[in-house]
């Protein structure tokens, strides 16, 4: 079974910056697709960014310039740098691992973005 755990969030005043990171533990080979996802309050889980094995990535529109997603697979590591943050930002962050039938999430990590 794999295991993800996020780290890195916490409270940020608007323009700030975080680096959140997810370290997973059991085979993850660089056929899963890992990504960022988050949810604010009342609102769906929605994505922020996703990275192949190979490298690509993409990003949602909203976070585009600000966001920059990398992954290691040898380490099973995956980081999400935050630039600029805006109250907006503010949710759960949350880890994702996925290929075919295959799905794992990481418990999340609170960023809030607030004066």
């Known amino acids: 079974q794999v295991q993800l755990v996020e780290s890195g969030g916490g409270l940020v005043q608007p323009g700030g910056s975080l680096r959140l990171s997810c370290a997973g533990s059991?085979?993850?080979?660089?056929?899963?697709?890992m990504g960022w996802y988050r949810q604010a309050p009342g609102k769906q889980r929605e994505l922020v960014a996703t990275i192949t094995g190979g490298g690509i990535t993409n990003s949602a529109d909203s976070v585009k310039g600000r966001f920059s997603i990398s992954r290691d697979n040898a380490e099973n590591t995956m980081t999400l740098q935050i630039d600029s943050l805006k109250p907006d930002d503010t949710a759960v962050y949350y880890c994702?691992?996925?290929?075919?039938?295959?799905?794992?999430w990481g418990q999340g990590t609170q960023v809030t973005v607030s004066s």
């Open positions: 994702n691992a996925r290929w075919s039938i295959f799905n794992y």
């Open positions: 059991g085979q993850i080979f660089n056929n899963y697709v």
